[in-house]
Nanobody, 124 residues
Framework: QVQMEESGGGLVQAGDSLMLSCAAS????????VGWFRQAPGKERQFVAG??????????YYAESVKGRFTISRDNAKNAAYLRMNALKPEDTGVYYC???????????????WGQGTQVTVSS
């Protein structure tokens, strides 16, 4: 099974950009759909962005709140996924989790492999 580890979080100001990275190990990475979820204080974890496995064409899917600002990508040769976040807003603050699902679609409805999370804080 695959293990996920996030990096790249931090404290930024509104309008700044940030790149999150997700390193995967222990599985055949190109067989997994991969995505990002986030959890703000006192709120449930929510889907942010996903990219499907290679066999599904590696299409992407985004939450409405981040469309046009965030871009998800993957590098199967490096067993890595990324989330480029532009024009950050205070409401983007939260713990960001990398997740994976074997043969998963970009929506990652069945994500069952999770990293420990990385904190992103956007100040106004």
């Amino acid at each position: 099974q695959v293990q996920m580890e996030e990096s790249g979080g931090g404290l930024v100001q509104a309008g700044d950009s940030l790149m999150l990275s997700c390193a995967a190990s222990g599985g055949t990475f190109n067989r997994y759909g991969v995505g990002w979820f986030r959890q703000a204080p006192g709120k449930e974890r929510q889907f942010v962005a996903g990219i499907g496995w290679r066999g599904a064409g590696a299409g992407t899917y985004y939450a409405e709140s981040v469309k046009g600002r965030f871009t998800i990508s993957r590098d199967n040769a490096k067993n890595a996924a990324y989330l480029r976040m532009n024009a950050l807003k205070p409401e983007d603050t939260g713990v960001y989790y990398c997740a994976a699902e074997l043969y998963g679609s970009p929506q990652l409805h069945g994500a069952n492999y999770w990293g420990q999370g990385t904190q992103v804080t956007v100040s106004s």
